[in-house]
């Protein structure tokens, strides 16, 4: 388990990678990433708990349709994470 932030790894895109592929674990992620993140095993600053509380879950679905739209395909066929 990471408990400092000492330890220069982002570990951001590993769970947006998450809630992009799901949406109920992207639900559970935006009411509570702090929660979330530790149940991963993870750490999260204060200052990312806040940017990521501060996020509309509407605009992160919409914005995840029109990424899809873009690529063509489903985030979930081009899963690397």
Request: cysteine-free; overall charge negative; proline content about 5%.
């Given at each position: 388990?990471?408990e400092?932030?000492?330890?220069?790894?982002?570990?951001?895109?590993?769970?947006?990678?998450?809630?992009?592929?799901?949406a109920?674990?992207?639900?559970?992620?935006?009411?509570?990433?702090?929660?979330?993140?530790?149940?991963?095993?993870?750490?999260?600053?204060?200052?990312?708990?806040?940017?990521?509380?501060?996020?509309?879950?509407?605009?992160?679905?919409?914005?995840?349709?029109?990424?899809?739209?873009?690529?063509?395909?489903?985030?979930?066929?081009?899963?690397?994470?």
């Amino acid at each position: 388990m990471i408990e400092s932030e000492d330890r220069k790894l982002n570990l951001l895109p590993y769970l947006a990678g998450l809630a992009a592929l799901d949406a109920d674990f992207r639900e559970r992620f935006l009411e509570d990433p702090e929660y979330v993140a530790r149940e991963h095993g993870l750490y999260l600053t204060e200052k990312q708990v806040r940017n990521i509380q501060a996020l509309d879950p509407a605009q992160v679905a919409e914005w995840l349709d029109h990424f899809e739209g873009h690529i063509g395909q489903p985030i979930m066929a081009m899963s690397a994470w």
